[in-house]
């Protein structure tokens, strides 16, 4: 089948073999039941990084978790491969509570600059050799660590008042040169939510951006360690990403709690997850479609309606299956919440009909977007991500699918029904702001594929074996201390959960790993060089959703 397509990875090293790899950088070791878990001191996390990079073939920092316990602070690195992501690795650094600092992981991995900077905020670790070690969600004047236990959150909190600054100071004017600093966003449409960019121009072309996200910090972590596993969190992950990919992050935590817990999800069920979670994915991709054509020429009327108008109808199926056009909250702990809608035959009917009507709309889409010769001038070429460059990043989904990065979770870590269904992961080698739109566009095609196929296997299921959900207690405590990693392909990309528990109903630790996020961190990469409409372009590209980013 194409979607167990076979990816080259390096030769797989058990827990004791990467231990010996490891040597006397290793003081401890622990099991996650995602990973093997490696206990090294604070000044040899780069040494013990290097070494899993290029010697064990680890070049995918998925995430980093920050926590504070009794005893002391710890920080985990999260390590994958490109090439095989079932092939995974735990890097615990604990510090002492008197003086939470270790070395950062920047120089080893770029995607450790923004983590580590959350960390910092949230969570009061420092990283020593940290090139940017600075608040990434909150203001540079905020009082305390929101994460810490110590934190005092009466504490009152000082706001500079700038009103009476002088915007222009003698300081900051230089007849000799051509740097201008420009303000792009907030509050503006090109920017895809809350998000300032701080750019800093040379003439006409982009010296440096600076990507501002601290304007939407929603507590979702939080809120999930006081709620429930069995119902109280479930609700919560549609408000992530919360224009499209509803059920998509609610499979994230489905996959991490049952994992948590050891609860298995009916055959019947897990089918229905797999449509009903591809039905989100062309929903997604529809809206990143017609916003970024309305980025590159403004065409509000034609290719932005259009787009609308297809996604309506996907936005109208899910509503059938889950009662919800956005907030979905259909996804159950070891299954879903109710059966397909009857009568059955018309849900089916209506989910044909759209998938009947898809071919030509994209040839439509086609014809007006990517043969478009303005559209054409305006990405090829543009917004190039390297590769090498997007794996330095943690970079994952169609952004890094364009970019020729063969890494797609639904093959390479299977879950769902995704293994016993034929498809195929689509990559594009440009690199650039063009194959990026192609790659959504094509993976709209293999969402149908999939879809159609499930229709099938849902038509025959004999009625008598329809079962929608195992049987799960009533309340779930995990053991103490028992710690997992665990993601989904989501529209954006890798949308993972880690989960530390404490012996009780609740997390004691749950941290999201935000595709867009990841994504949205490389944008220096992409831009510097470039002109102001690439840079807006570019950010089109991503796809972000600032309620994702800002978690």
Known sequence: MSSQHEVPAAQELDGDQLAALLGDHVIGREEHLNAPGFVVRPDEVQDALTILRDEAGFDHLSMVTAQDYEDRYESVYHLKKYADPTQEVSVVVPTPTDAPASQTAEPVYRS???????????????????????????????????????YDQDRPQIVSFEEHKNPIQDDHYDADSDTMFLNIGPHHPATHGV????????????????????????????????????????????????????????????????????LDVPEYAQIIRTMGAELCRI?????????????IYGDFTAIFMYAMRDREIVQNILEDLTGQRMMFNYFRLGGVVWDIPEPRQDFFDKIRDFLDDLPPTLEEYHDLITSNELFQIRTIGTGVLEPEVAKQYGVTGPVARASGIDYDLRRDDPYGYYDQLDWDVV?????????????????????????????????????????????????????????????????????????????????GRFKIRSPCFCNLSALGEMSNGEYIPDLVATLGSLDVILGEVDR
């Open 112 to 150: 450790a600059d923004w983590h580590e900077r959350e960390a910092y905020d949230l969570v009061g670790i420092d990283y020593d050799g940290h090139p940017d070690l600075r608040r990434i969600l909150l203001p540079e004047t905020w009082q305390g660590h929101p994460l810490a236990q110590s």
């Open 195 to 262: 998000l300032h960019l701080k750019t800093t121009l040379d003439g006409e072309q982009v010296a440096d951006v600076d990507p501002d996200i601290g304007y939407l910090h929603r507590c979702e972590e939080q809120m999930a360690q006081n709620g429930t596993y069995r119902h109280q969190i479930m609700p919560y992950p549609d408000r992530w990403d919360y224009a499209s990919a509803g059920l998509l992050n609610e499979w994230a935590y489905a996959r991490v709690a049952e994992d948590l817990n050891d």
């Open 283 to 295: 929903a997604s991709h529809m809206l990143a479609l017609g916003t970024f054509c309305l980025d």
């Open 427 to 507: 990559t594009e080698d440009g690199c650039d702001n063009y194959a990026r739109l192609l790659v959504r566009m094509r993976e709209v095609e293999e969402s149908a594929k999939i879809i159609d196929q499930c229709v099938d296997l849902l038509e025959d299921w004999p009625e008598d074996e329809r079962e929608i959900q195992s049987n799960v207690p009533r309340t779930l405590k995990p053991d103490a201390d028992t710690e997992t990693y665990r993601a989904v392909e989501g529209a954006k990309g890798e949308l993972g959960i880690y989960i530390r528990s404490d012996g009780t109903d609740k997390p």
